[in-house]
């Protein structure tokens, strides 16, 4: 979504020399929340670097997330969190809230 076709390729590479290297994970953790939400929280925090991205981007970037994740879970477990539902805005609260889904003291 961010990267011209050039530049995707070369990231692509990038990647499969690295997986090569270090192997894929283990578990790929997937943080999924309205992109309606998304915004307002973006918007909340007023940063900069932030002030241009849109509900349409988000959109595009949830797509390209859902296509990614459809190929891992052939090979790679995806445990999906409502960040909705459990905020990580908090901090160590939302951490508390998932260390039992990642088998965590």
Do not use: W
């Given at each position: 979504?961010?990267?011209?076709?050039?530049?995707?390729r070369?990231?692509?590479?990038i990647v499969?020399?690295?997986?090569r290297?270090?192997?894929?994970?283990?578990?790929?953790?997937?943080?999924?929340?309205?992109e309606?939400?998304?915004?307002h929280r973006i918007?909340?925090?007023d940063?900069r670097a932030?002030?241009?991205?849109?509900?349409?981007?988000?959109?595009a970037?949830?797509?390209?997330?859902?296509?990614r994740i459809k190929?891992?879970?052939i090979?790679?477990?995806?445990?999906?969190?409502?960040?909705?539902?459990t905020d990580?805005?908090?901090g160590?609260?939302?951490?508390r809230e998932?260390?039992?889904?990642?088998h965590l003291?």
């Amino acid at each position: 979504v961010n990267l011209a076709v050039g530049r995707h390729r070369i990231f692509m590479e990038i990647v499969e020399e690295l997986l090569r290297e270090i192997h894929p994970p283990s578990l790929v953790i997937q943080l999924i929340c309205p992109e309606q939400v998304l915004l307002h929280r973006i918007v909340a925090r007023d940063r900069r670097a932030e002030a241009t991205i849109t509900l349409e981007y988000l959109r595009a970037i949830h797509r390209a997330i859902a296509f990614r994740i459809k190929t891992l879970t052939i090979e790679i477990p995806v445990l999906t969190i409502d960040s909705n539902a459990t905020d990580f805005t908090d901090g160590i609260e939302g951490v508390r809230e998932l260390a039992p889904a990642l088998h965590l003291p």
